[in-house]
């Protein structure tokens, strides 16, 4: 994208470079002069308006400082208590409003240097889905199963256990720490399932769906445990 120079300045620069082109006859100043008639020729007509902004979609925590140490509060060989989030909307670099075709978040946790299974995938460690487009964030401690508010706990590590599906914290053992994400999704509906989807259901389902995604990460153990 070309951004539009004010003409009094294209015509100030087209002179310059007409003035050393006579004087010089350089091929470089030929390039510069053809630049510039390119940058006027595909410059915008005036008095077309600028596309406007559309939403940006973010979170932030308290719980730890974005790529931080994940408490053990927060950890699943700790208090496993799922952090609070809360949500934002951006318009550029101003607080702006969800979009009006919002209808759910969904939020996945993986680990994403851990592999069991000699494979590409990493280990889920918690999902939820059907956070309602109303939420400002997620509450700590977040309970097991369907909640209230209609939010449903997915697939994940309690669920490989043969557990109602819940949070999962963090569980890496002594040694270099893990890097864990929360990736957030915006959707443009609500999701249905028979029962607990996988982790391929949930994702085939938010396909096509997706209008904001947000992360956060941390690191657990902290450095020395």
Same mark, same amino acid.
């Given at each position: 994208?070309?951004?539009?120079?004010?003409?009094?300045?294209?015509?100030?620069?087209? @002179?310059?470079? *007409?003035?050393?082109?006579?004087?010089?006859?350089?091929?470089?100043?030929?390039?510069?002069?053809?630049?510039?008639?390119?940058?006027?020729? *595909? %410059?915008?007509?005036?008095? *077309?308006?600028?596309?406007? +902004?559309?939403?940006?979609?973010?979170?932030?925590?308290?719980?730890?400082?974005?790529?931080?140490?994940?408490?053990?509060?927060?950890?699943?060989?700790?208090?496993?208590?799922?952090?609070?989030?809360?949500?934002?909307? @951006?318009?550029?670099?101003?607080?702006?409003? %969800?979009?009006? @075709?919002?209808?759910?978040?969904?939020?996945?946790?993986?680990?994403?240097? @851990?592999?069991?299974?000699?494979?590409?995938?990493?280990?889920?460690?918690?999902? %939820?889905?059907?956070?309602?487009?109303?939420?400002?964030?997620?509450?700590?401690?977040?309970?097991?199963?369907?909640?209230?508010?209609?939010?449903?706990?997915? +697939?994940?590590?309690?669920? *490989?256990?043969?557990?109602?599906? %819940?949070?999962?914290?963090?569980?890496?053992? +002594?040694?270099?720490?893990?890097?864990?994400?929360?990736?957030?999704?915006?959707?443009?509906?609500?999701?249905?399932?028979?029962?607990?989807?996988?982790?391929?259901?949930?994702?085939?389902?938010?396909?096509?769906?997706?209008?904001?995604?947000?992360?956060?990460?941390?690191?657990?153990?902290?450095?020395?445990?």
């Amino acid at each position: 994208m070309y951004r539009r120079l004010p003409l009094y300045f294209v015509f100030k620069l087209i @002179n310059k470079f *007409q003035t050393r082109l006579s004087k010089r006859g350089t091929i470089s100043s030929m390039i510069a002069l053809s630049s510039v008639s390119l940058v006027m020729a *595909q %410059a915008p007509p005036v008095g *077309q308006p600028m596309a406007a +902004p559309r939403p940006l979609f973010w979170v932030s925590s308290t719980a730890w400082p974005d790529g931080g140490v994940i408490p053990l509060r927060n950890a699943g060989r700790g208090e496993n208590k799922s952090p609070a989030f809360e949500f934002h909307w @951006n318009l550029g670099t101003n607080p702006g409003t %969800a979009p009006a @075709n919002l209808q759910s978040y969904a939020v996945i946790l993986h680990d994403v240097q @851990n592999s069991t299974t000699k494979g590409t995938t990493d280990t889920l460690h918690w999902s %939820a889905y059907n956070i309602p487009g109303t939420a400002n964030g997620l509450p700590e401690g977040l309970g097991p199963g369907t909640l209230p508010d209609g939010t449903q706990n997915g +697939p994940g590590i309690a669920t *490989q256990r043969g557990n109602p599906p %819940a949070y999962f914290g963090p569980g890496a053992g +002594p040694g270099p720490f893990h890097h864990y994400v929360f990736e957030f999704y915006a959707l443009d509906t609500k999701l249905n399932f028979p029962v607990t989807p996988t982790r391929d259901d949930l994702l085939k389902a938010i396909e096509g769906h997706i209008i904001g995604k947000a992360a956060w990460f941390g690191r657990f153990p902290e450095p020395g445990e």
